[in-house]
Nanobody
Framework: QVQLVESGGGLVQAGGSLRLSCAASGSSYPMAWFRQAPGKEREFVAYVSQSGRVTNYADSVKGRFTISKDNAKNTVYLEMNSLKPEATAVYYC?????????????????WGQGTQVTVST
């Protein structure tokens, strides 16, 4: 069983930055970030492979968000820059058990509790 604990959310002004962290217990897997805004479906943000060498991003965050993985700490990070109000959402960390990462939320078995990110105008 894998437990995921997110941190780093908060309130930031448009154009600002935040860094989210997700610490995983148990085995190491590919990991991803998803987000869900009020009244909307959960959407893919970014994923990183188990090794940390392969990443992928949603078009809406490409060039502004960076996902990275520290395997020694079994922790994944999401560095978010140039934040826009439309980034306001609850951000969820997801992991494994498949060895190939995906932008589809259905392939992930382990989820964190979520952390709120609010971007004000």
């Amino acid at each position: 069983q894998v437990q995921l604990v997110e941190s780093g959310g908060g309130l930031v002004q448009a154009g600002g930055s935040l860094r989210l962290s997700c610490a995983a217990s148990g085995s190491s897997y590919p990991m991803a970030w998803f987000r869900q805004a009020p009244g909307k479906e959960r959407e893919f943000v970014a994923y990183v492979s188990q090794s940390g060498r392969v990443t992928n991003y949603a078009d809406s965050v490409k060039g502004r968000f960076t996902i990275s993985k520290d395997n020694a700490k079994n922790t994944v990070y999401l560095e978010m820059n140039s934040l826009k109000p439309e980034a306001t959402a609850v951000y969820y960390c997801a992991a494994g058990p498949r060895v190939v990462p995906s932008c589809q939320d259905t392939i992930y078995s382990y989820w964190g509790q979520g952390t709120q990110v609010t971007v004000s105008t």
